[in-house]
């Protein structure tokens, strides 16, 4: 035996010219590949692979040729894992009712898993629809992918709860109710038997009594959303993630944060889907340039081709540049979230609702006076600034991964100024001259991303004597303010967020140049929110625009939500209407808002 990579592997005992050797056997490809270049040093001679990889033989080993080589050290042996998968030839998908709903390169992204084993990551850029194509997997290949188990951050457990409704429910094999998607939120309580999709967060995985129900439950596949999460290879949920998928056959691993630019934060990712290739830190450090105390950082030059056609099977990445031709001029999306598990908010929301019902018993009692009509309406309105503040900690997360991740400009859409103050306090960066990542200050569950912006999480250099930014802020100024500060967020490469108001910013201004929009607060009308959508879809713009509304489940959002599809179906006819001041309307909404309230915990 030879090691290659630091691994075991078979001679192919093949020579010419007397001793010369022509093949190894390489287990990482699982064939025999011919020998490219062969450079000797003082220490030993390293043979360079035609499929890239590697063997070192050292100076005065025994014969290539001999059977009598000395087996490697333990530490060089790949642990007892699963084996790599190995990709099987599934039946080509049947296009239904729903195939052409998925833009092109989500088909292929769907058929991308299906290659690869369903064992791969998705490395898509934000806002190119990794959760459908990994639910599409699941639609069209269920028996090749069920029961499956979804790991998600929290926040977006509900949002895979709906995508998953609204991507499988309309087909006859997913109607019956194993198919329904549960959110697990106990640690304690049992799976119900032949449950086919399980949502988990990441808490309730590295939970002992539950991981050990989750490995012997049967699923074939597990999906983990916001993977480069697990970068620690010492946390529990990291540890427990390990455990399960040497458990499950098949795993699909999703981020949008850049494999080529946080390469070492993939290699628990890489470990996963293949452990007989990445069973060492070392051999993917090797492969990075480092700083002057010897960290990894980004690849290599030198071996970046070789890394993407090694693991060109098993990760997928798509810029927006990339797809564009397949992307529409405007992409408007939903991002659901939770509050479940915030007990404050909860408590302090189900509070204002109780005021509220108080409101309607007397209005029912005594009918709709001016001011009972003044007290609803203002009851209403505190329950929005409400949500919109409580929306404000997942929306930094989310700007903060997005312009980390692909450097491209955000604007934040809200409305009321105590959530703009709060964006603007906790959206702090600094842009690192080395490597031109944008580096924020935030903490990511139990791992720090940053440490006081004084370091490149990327690079490593130091950025003690770089100055931070701050967003760039659009609110009620004057048309003079405004325009000097979209000039500034514009022409400034440093400036990478826009925070504006929606009612200030929504009219006047040309913003075709900022590709991304989070929408954290929502208007009462329907137009206002398209007049604000087109100040960023107009001539000139040369990408598509990709607009996300955060919506939180079982609050007011939905209802707001509900009112504008319904005046954008009638605004032809209805111009003049004010919703914001028909009682009866807003009647209506309070009554459907309070039969939400028994939803949340505690109340």
Known sequence: MQLINNKPTTLVAQQTNGTKLLEYFCPICEKPVGINATVPTHLSKTYYLACSHYVHVQVGAISPFSQQVKEPSVSSVPPARKTNPISEKYPDIEPDSRWDSFLPFQQKGIKFFADSGFTALLADDMGLGKTIQAIGALRYYPEQTMPVLIVCPASVTVQWQ?????????????????????????????????????????????????????????????????????????????????????????????????????????????????????????????????????????????????????????ILRRTKKEVLPDLPEKFVTQEWIAFDGSKRFVDTYNMKLQELEEILARMDESGMSESTSASMFGAIAELRHMLGIAKAARACDIVADSVHSNGEKIAVAVHHRLAISMLKDSLNYKKCPSCETFVFERHDGE??????????????????????????????????HKQAALDKFRDDPNQAILIISILGGGVGLDIQFCPNVLVVEREWNGQIERQFEDRFVRIGMKSSVTISYLLAENTIDEFFDEMCKLKNTIVDSTLDRNYAADSSFIRELAAKVISKRLKFVGA
């Not at 032949?194 to 002992?208: F, H, T």
């Not at 791992?447 to 609110?475: H, R």
Request: net charge positive; hydrophobic share 35%.
């Open 162 to 314: 709906r995508q998953i409704r609204k991507w499988l429910l309309d087909a006859p094999q997913f109607k019956s109710v194993e198919y329904v998607p549960f959110i697990q939120k106990e640690t304690a309580s049992k799976l119900f038997p032949d449950q086919n999709i399980y949502i988990i967060s990441n808490a309730v995985l590295a939970k002992p009594k539950m991981l050990e129900q989750l490995k012997t439950y049967g699923f074939k596949t597990v999906i983990v959303d916001e993977s480069h999460q697990f970068k620690n290879s010492g946390s529990k949920r990291t540890k427990a993630l390990f455990e399960l998928c040497d458990h499950i056959p098949q795993t699909i691993l999703m981020s949008g944060t850049s494999v080529l630019n946080r390469v070492m934060e993939y290699w628990n990712s890489l470990a996963i889907l293949r452990p007989k290739r990445w069973f060492q830190k070392k051999q993917l450090s090797e492969m990075c340039t480092s700083d002057s105390k010897g960290r990894p950082l980004a690849l290599s030059p030198y071996y970046k081709d070789r890394f993407f056609q090694d693991t060109a099977g098993y």
């Open 447 to 480: 791992e720090e991303t940053s440490s006081g912006l004084t370091e490149c999480t990327t690079c490593g250099s130091s950025l003690k004597s770089v100055p931070a930014y701050s967003p760039v802020i659009i609110s009620n100024e004057s048309v003079e």
